[in-house]
């Protein structure tokens, strides 16, 4: 019969491979997906035209320009999108020049908006005017978003390739749960919770604690385990843990922060497993000065 040491660690090596497993099998959906970037000034250089990014703002007295060089053909891709809620400004006018010269303009004051779910992030836009030319000439390209009294929210699509990196999921999943609440006025973002990408960040984040705590059990017990039995902690201690891994857990979503996911599943690891590391290292260290 296992010893209740071996059966945690049997446990947690599951968990430590669920992690990755999701990691890995989370990552094409990220092809379906717009990268999100958060427009800060009136003026955006886009390092490559061809790659789907959408760029999230709101005119404050000034148009938005989106700049961009191609050296040769490309296919050119340019779109505008407003959230779906009350208020919402649709008259935008997207107007694309090449080396000064007009190429396209378009009108979302003339264009009937169709409604559109977001399945990845869980939001609701309405979509407007688009445009779509294979094979652009090269030139220096400039997008320029504007209303008649220069106010309102957009999102501004540039390129439909889907390319993602691993540091563009990770600012993905930063990005997003702001956009809940500076883009879509909602109060907080828990909401994100029951989007694809919400759960994702979530588990992963959730099982990224849970993960650090068995790596740490572990080197604590390879370290210590001959001078002691480091860690353990009883039922008061587990519960203790049980309900504070429960408010991080809480805390995360009212601000959805993923730095507290990862304690708190650090912390309900440590429940779980009925061991503390500071208690394990504080023992072991003791053990080890005698």
């Given at each position: 019969m296992l010893s209740q040491l071996e059966a945690r660690n049997r446990l947690s090596m599951r968990l430590f491979i669920a992690f990755f497993a999701l990691l890995l099998l989370a990552a094409p959906l990220f092809a379906w997906a717009h990268q999100p970037r958060v427009v800060v000034s009136d003026r955006v250089e886009v390092n490559d035209p061809e790659t789907s990014a959408a760029y999230y703002g709101d005119l404050s007295g000034k148009p938005s320009g989106?700049?961009?060089?191609?050296?040769?053909?490309?296919?050119?891709?340019?779109?505008?999108?407003?959230?779906?809620?009350?208020?919402?400004?649709?008259?935008?006018?997207?107007?694309?020049?090449?080396?000064?010269e007009a190429v396209a303009s378009l009108d979302g004051g003339g264009h009937q908006w169709v409604a559109q779910h977001e399945i990845y992030a869980g939001d609701r836009y309405l979509r407007g005017p688009e445009l779509e030319r294979d094979g652009a000439a090269p030139g220096r390209y400039e997008v320029v978003v504007s209303n008649s009294d220069l106010s309102g929210k957009y999102a501004l699509v540039i390129g439909e390739k889907e390319v993602w990196a691993m540091n563009d999921v990770l600012s993905a999943l930063s990005v997003i749960p702001d956009l809940k609440v500076d883009f879509f006025g909602n109060r907080t973002a828990a909401g994100f919770l029951f989007s694809v990408f919400g759960a994702l960040s979530f588990s992963l984040s959730?099982?990224?604690?849970?993960?650090?705590?068995?790596?740490?059990?572990?080197?604590?017990?390879?370290?210590?385990?001959?001078?002691?039995?480091?860690?353990?902690?009883g039922l008061r201690g587990r519960l203790a843990r049980l309900a504070g891994?429960?408010?991080?857990?809480?805390?995360?979503?009212?601000?959805?922060?993923?730095a507290a996911f990862a304690a708190a599943g650090f912390v309900l690891y440590e429940a779980a497993a009925g061991w503390c590391w500071l208690k394990a290292v504080g023992r072991g260290g003791e053990d080890l000065g005698r």
């Amino acid at each position: 019969m296992l010893s209740q040491l071996e059966a945690r660690n049997r446990l947690s090596m599951r968990l430590f491979i669920a992690f990755f497993a999701l990691l890995l099998l989370a990552a094409p959906l990220f092809a379906w997906a717009h990268q999100p970037r958060v427009v800060v000034s009136d003026r955006v250089e886009v390092n490559d035209p061809e790659t789907s990014a959408a760029y999230y703002g709101d005119l404050s007295g000034k148009p938005s320009g989106f700049v961009f060089a191609a050296s040769e053909e490309f296919d050119l891709y340019v779109g505008i999108l407003v959230p779906d809620i009350a208020g919402a400004r649709t008259d935008f006018t997207v107007e694309v020049t090449r080396d000064g010269e007009a190429v396209a303009s378009l009108d979302g004051g003339g264009h009937q908006w169709v409604a559109q779910h977001e399945i990845y992030a869980g939001d609701r836009y309405l979509r407007g005017p688009e445009l779509e030319r294979d094979g652009a000439a090269p030139g220096r390209y400039e997008v320029v978003v504007s209303n008649s009294d220069l106010s309102g929210k957009y999102a501004l699509v540039i390129g439909e390739k889907e390319v993602w990196a691993m540091n563009d999921v990770l600012s993905a999943l930063s990005v997003i749960p702001d956009l809940k609440v500076d883009f879509f006025g909602n109060r907080t973002a828990a909401g994100f919770l029951f989007s694809v990408f919400g759960a994702l960040s979530f588990s992963l984040s959730l099982l990224a604690g849970v993960t650090l705590g068995f790596l740490a059990n572990r080197v604590t017990n390879r370290v210590f385990n001959d001078v002691c039995e480091p860690g353990g902690i009883g039922l008061r201690g587990r519960l203790a843990r049980l309900a504070g891994g429960l408010v991080l857990l809480g805390l995360g979503l009212v601000w959805w922060c993923m730095a507290a996911f990862a304690a708190a599943g650090f912390v309900l690891y440590e429940a779980a497993a009925g061991w503390c590391w500071l208690k394990a290292v504080g023992r072991g260290g003791e053990d080890l000065g005698r």
